[in-house]
């Protein structure tokens, strides 16, 4: 009798087996094993429609298999060996044992940087993209909203931007005091904006060109001084910078964005000390003693500022067994934006101190430099008196040689008259001999109590320089320490208690 085909239609047929085993315990462990107690099974009983009835025993099978696999992965590399195949497709293509790093699929700031969807982090442009997000820059607890404002601005923007709104509240303008402020002690202070150096030799590097440089105008010297600096000038002992400043003092860089503080040292340090050994070569041509008392005294200040800082230095000499070597000696240091704002008079400060104390001593050291030069003006008489006395004596020489020669008798009537003339002449020659030699012993004179005058004011310059040296020195301490208590003291008012409630 043949079994029904419907009744044989949800059997199931047996697994495979390795060993003998009865058929009823297969099928029931099989059984027990893929289709669990409802009671235990977390998903609820589920409808079953004429789709799933019309599935083979096999695919029945299949699915139920497939279904443990899932859920009990282990067991199934347990029975089989095999992992099961949805473990190697949730892996990674690169999780092949090697030690390469997972990429994250949100792109890099690098990445971002070069298609130009981001833009770099030393812009203003960054900033502004922070702040669209939320993120702010400014300072709420600053009372003085004015200069941060103007700072924050500033500071945004180009180079060329930083120099117009900074740099006059770090370093003001000599010009503008004199006109302004009728500061009249400025009248002779040129102010040279980017300015080449054109006319004097280099230190290695490159041709200075400072942002803001401040030196001494033509209507400083009197027309005998310039006259002395004109035939002493060359190409390595310069004193005009450009084509209207004599000897710099005081120089300014400014940087902003990618070039920063740093390199406006750099070019600071370059440009200082070929103004240095500009001052050291006009006194070494009076003499290697004059040269050697500047030795370790500050003849140029320079400041260097970006965008956030400023930093102050004095340029110095040392000449040693007549190499001379040039330095720099650290002031001051400050944040723009520091203690909210508290030190932005600093550098300003500081400036007008350069302007009303050490200009009129650097002043003072050029003209006494410039009087030990020799005037071209008198070389010049000299030489022409020479030339005078050569030309007599030569003149005289050649009448005698003619009043020896023998003449023809009938020129003799002529000759006579001629006598006469070199007579006259000689006698000339004779009275212009004379005076020319009272003149060239009056130089003398005067040059010889020049030389002593001069020796006389070098050594009372020099006991004044050493004083004025002295003087300047402690001025820069007392500056120096007055910056420190006054930090010190904003220290101590932020700590206290009463400034923190």
Request: charged letters at 30%; aromatic letters at 6%; glycine letters at 6%.
């Given at each position: 009798m043949q079994d029904n085909p419907r009744k044989r239609k949800h059997s199931l047929p047996s697994p495979p087996s390795s060993g003998p085993s009865p058929r009823g315990r297969t099928r029931r462990r099989i059984a027990d094993e893929y289709?669990?107690?409802?009671?235990?099974?977390?998903?609820?009983?589920?409808?079953?429609?004429?789709g799933d009835l019309e599935r083979s025993p096999r695919e029945e099978l299949n699915c139920c298999a497939q279904?443990?696999?899932e859920a009990e992965p282990i067991q199934h590399w347990v029975?089989?060996?095999?992992?099961?195949?949805h473990i190697g497709e949730m892996t990674d293509p690169e999780s092949d044992g090697s030690n390469k790093r997972r990429r994250s699929s949100t792109p890099s700031y690098s990445s971002r940087r070069r298609n130009g969807s981001a833009p770099p982090a030393h812009t203003a442009a960054y900033e502004e993209e922070l702040q669209r997000?939320?993120?702010?820059?400014?300072d709420l607890n600053t009372k003085d909203l004015t200069y941060i404002r103007l700072f924050q601005r500033a500071s945004k923007c180009s180079e060329e931007r930083v120099r117009r709104d900074l740099t006059p509240h770090i370093v003001p303008?000599?010009?503008?005091?004199?006109?302004?402020?009728?500061?009249?002690?400025?009248?002779?202070?040129?102010?040279?904006?980017?300015?080449?150096?054109?006319k004097c030799s280099l230190l290695g590097g490159t041709q200075p060109r400072p942002d803001y440089a401040y030196g001494l105008s033509s209507a400083t010297f009197t027309e005998e001084e310039r006259a002395k600096l004109e035939n002493y000038t060359n190409i390595n002992n310069p004193t005009k910078f450009t084509d209207f400043m004599y000897f710099p003092f005081l120089l300014?860089?400014?940087?902003?964005?990618?070039?920063?503080?740093?390199?406006?040292?750099?070019?600071?340090?370059?440009?200082?000390?070929?103004?240095?050994?500009?001052?050291?070569?006009l006194c070494r041509a009076a003499g290697e003693d004059h040269a050697q008392i500047l030795s370790g005294q500050i003849l140029v200040f320079s400041i260097s500022h970006d965008n956030e800082r400023v930093k102050i230095y004095g340029h110095f000499p040392l000449i040693r067994d007549g190499r001379t070597t040039f330095h720099r000696y650290y002031v001051h240091n400050y944040s723009l934006d520091g203690h909210y704002g508290r030190d932005r008079d600093t550098g300003s400060n500081f400036t007008r101190a350069v302007y009303r104390d050490f200009y009129p001593s650097h002043l003072k050291r050029l003209q006494q430099a410039v009087a030990r030069l020799s005037d071209p003006r008198t070389t010049s008489v000299v030489s022409d008196v020479s030339v005078d006395e050569g030309e007599a004596r030569a003149s005289e020489q050649s009448s005698q040689e003619r009043d020896s020669s023998p003449r023809p008798s009938f020129r003799r009537a002529k000759s006579q008259g001629s006598q006469g003339e070199l007579t006259l002449m000689k006698q000339q020659m004779a009275k212009l001999e004379q005076m020319h030699k009272a003149q060239l012993e009056q130089q003398k004179e005067e040059s010889r109590k020049q030389m002593e005058q001069q020796r006389e004011d070098s050594q009372k310059q020099m006991q004044q320089q050493r004083e004025e040296s002295q003087k300047q020195m402690a001025l820069l301490e007392r500056l120096l320490n007055r910056e420190q208590g006054s930090q010190k003291d904003g220290a101590r008012f932020r700590e206290s208690p009463s400034s923190r409630s």
């Open positions: 289709n669990p107690d409802p009671a235990q099974s977390p998903e609820p009983l589920r409808k079953r429609y004429r279904g443990a696999e029975r089989s060996g095999k992992w099961p195949k997000h939320g993120i702010m820059f400014d303008s000599a010009e503008l005091l004199y006109v302004v402020d009728r500061e009249t002690i400025l009248a002779n202070v040129r102010e040279e904006m980017s300015g080449d150096w054109t300014c860089e400014a940087k902003c964005g990618r070039r920063n503080i740093n390199d406006a040292d750099r070019q600071n340090v370059h440009s200082a000390s070929i103004a240095v050994n500009a001052i050291i070569q």
